[in-house]
Antibody, heavy 119, light 106 residues
Framework: QVQLQESGPGLVKPSQTLSLTCTIS??????????WNWVRQPAGKGLEWIGR???????NYNPSLRSRATVSVDTSKNQFSLKMNSMGAADTAVYYC???????????WGQGTLVTVSS | EIVLTQSPATLSLSPGERATLSCRAS??????LAWFQQKPGQAPRLLIY???NRATGIPARFSGSGSGTDFTLTISSLEPEDFAVYYC????????FGGGTKVEIK
């Protein structure tokens, strides 16, 4: 059973760049064709899709984030990553990584990591 | 952007009762709708995809229906572990989520 685990700094200063990593266990990131996603959730609020990369390396992003996000894969480490620049207080949220077998489906999720933007 | 509106915001029911949750899309999304369950401090869990297909390991008391713009998640008989927040999500045009329905114990 594939498992996903997010890691990264819990605190980011305003205007800085956030870097998060999602490590896959129980399977290889190169096994099969999947979509590797990032989703976030501010405290007490709903879910927002950030972006994804598929097994061919193609990426798609939420237009509302205005090109602030970049998703990439490191097959040697069985990981994929999120970088988001110009972080502000509104970006404080729990960030989840998730896998989908089809574009737009999220069938496996990490446990989430809280990112707080504060000076 | 397709907006998903969930109703009601809160549903107060007792164990054993039937729960009916609604999700309405601002434009047609065909059958590209999924439902998730989220408990406090946990990641969302996929329940239903493409309107009516149960995800692996999801009990038969969960069912989904609808098409176009109006969709329903039904829990036929609430178990204690079903009290949680439920989100709908569309993948017809980019990806958006509804605001959630909290199913609480009456």
């Amino acid at each position: 059973q594939v498992q996903l685990q997010e890691s990264g700094p819990g605190l980011v200063k305003p205007s800085q760049t956030l870097s998060l990593t999602c490590t896959i266990s129980g399977g290889s990131i190169t096994s099969g064709f999947y979509y590797w996603n990032w989703v976030r959730q501010p405290a007490g609020k709903g879910l927002e899709w950030i972006g994804r990369i598929d097994s061919s390396g193609s990426t798609n992003y939420n237009p509302s984030l205005r090109s602030r996000a970049t998703v990439s894969v490191d097959t040697s480490k069985n990981q994929f990553s999120l970088k988001m620049n110009s972080m502000g207080a509104a970006d404080t949220a729990v960030y989840y990584c998730a896998r989908g077998a089809t574009p737009g489906l999220f069938d496996h999720w990490g446990q989430g990591t809280l990112v707080t933007v504060s000076s | 952007e397709i907006v998903l509106t969930q109703s009601p915001a809160t549903l107060s029911l007792s164990p054993g009762e039937r729960a009916t949750l609604s999700c309405r899309a601002s434009q047609s999304i065909s059958s590209y709708l999924a439902w998730f369950q989220q408990k406090p401090g946990q990641a969302p869990r996929l329940l239903i995809y493409d309107t009516s297909n149960r995800a692996t390991g999801i009990p038969a008391r969960f069912s989904g229906s609808g098409s176009g713009t109006d969709f329903t998640l039904t829990i036929s008989s609430l178990e204690p572990e079903d009290f949680a927040v439920y989100y709908c999500q569309q993948r017809s045009n980019w990806l958006t989520f509804g605001g959630g329905t909290k199913v609480e114990i009456k």
